[in-house]
């Protein structure tokens, strides 16, 4: 769940979308150049969108009693690399503010922030990372797309802390009160996103081991 | 491939309906989104609300049509992917068998 429209300060709202913009310009010219580059990509990048597009769909009940959704981010992360990501979190984000008064206007710069930034760069970071340090891909995957996906709602819990300190706790007491609402409901999601996108995964060494050697996204991996 | 894929899958449900027998008596499943705005008024009572969503669905059932139409779109230009890529694999394998016979 993301940040809803109005409920972060005017300034927040232009000091995240300072922050966010600059992936996000940077994003579209490496789509563009990707696309560009390799014309035989474009269907599986749409199709990694379409990922994003449903996972964000699917508002999935947790242990705390609450719901939430996963945000699918992690396979495009790991595929195309984050910035690539933070557009098309951006597509995913605007359609749902703009149509389902999920999340907002004012508050998008934030949303790209924790869902199309630090998610795709941790969701990256560990598939790159992890088998360099002996792990397998599968696992890799699965961690990338678990932690991509707590770790944004780590950001907004941390976000909304920020501009909403605890008059007794600060801004640490008020992030554990987010952190309780946003980070814990999220983690069976996350493992469920993490689960679903080794399936992916998968698939995609089964029937796409040529787009995936273009993208050198087996690196690392035996052939 | 495909029994792990089906364990994995196994897993992703048991996920989603554990809960839903867990809480069953006594969770009401909303979304965190709700709570946190709910802990907000908590922690800063006054807060004003500066701006709200330039259109809303008119009720809970054309929100849920259109998270239904986020999510098929979606699900149905992966399976068409999928397709295309498995056709493609699968018509690849005919030929290269035809040319060797």
Known sequence: MHIMEGYLPASHCVAWGAVSAPFVVAGAMRVKKVVREHPEVKLLLAASGAYVFVLSALKLPSVTGSCSHPTGTGLAAALFGPTVTTVLSAIVLLFQALLLAHGGITTLGANIFSMGIVGPFVAYGLYRGLPAVGLGVPAAIFAAATLGDLSTYVVTSFQLAIAFPDPAGGILGAAVKFLGVFAFTQVPLAISEGLLTVIVWNLLGKYSREELSTLGALQGRPA | ?101
């Open chain 2, 1 to 101: 491939m495909m029994k792990r894929n089906l364990l994995l899958l196994l897993g992703v449900i048991v996920l989603a309906v554990g809960p839903l027998i867990f809480h069953s008596k006594t969770a009401k499943f909303s979304g965190s989104d709700d709570q946190a705005s709910e802990l907000i008024s908590t922690i800063q009572p006054g807060y004003h609300r500066w701006a709200l969503p330039l259109w809303q669905p008119p009720s809970a059932e054309i929100e849920s049509l259109i998270f239904a139409v986020q999510a098929a779109l979606g699900a149905g230009l992966l399976g068409y992917y999928f397709g295309r890529r498995r056709g493609y694999a699968e018509g690849k394998g005919a030929s290269e068998g035809r040319a060797t016979h």
